[in-house]
């Protein structure tokens, strides 16, 4: 997707502060926090939201699942966190590459 910004970020053409990079994905950091910490884990191939996902992107999305507190924990977050996934203009989705957004360090707050 040559249009899509997380698409590029995880090309590298797009700078960001990354938190981790392996074969498959990428973590980091969200340009506008709404917490201490707030980053995002995003598959490097593309896929516009949860709601495209079907039995091919199974493994993926269990290894960003299991990514979350592992980085969470590495990140100062090993109290808790929140994890949310906006999925399509109903769902607050800005950005249509799936992202599971991770943050906290601000203390419990309400849904
Ligand atoms: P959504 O509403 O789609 O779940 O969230 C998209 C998120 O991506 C927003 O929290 C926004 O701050 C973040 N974002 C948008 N563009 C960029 C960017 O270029 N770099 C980074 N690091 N985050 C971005
Ligand atoms: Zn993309």
Do not use: W, Y
Request: with cysteine; net charge negative.
């Amino acid at each position: 997707m040559s249009d899509c910004i997380f698409c590029k970020i995880a090309a590298g053409e797009i700078p960001c502060r990354k938190v981790h990079e392996d074969d498959e994905l990428l973590a980091f950091h969200d340009i506008r926090p709404v917490a201490p910490v707030h980053f995002m884990i995003i598959p490097k191939v593309h896929v516009a939201s949860l709601a495209d996902c079907d039995e091919a992107h199974r493994d993926i999305l269990g290894r960003i699942l299991l990514l979350a507190p592992r980085l969470a924990a590495e990140l100062g977050l090993g109290n808790g966190f929140r994890t949310v996934i906006n999925t399509g203009p109903g769902g607050g989705q800005e950005v249509f590459h799936l992202h599971v957004h991770v943050f906290g360090g601000g203390g419990p707050r309400p849904l």
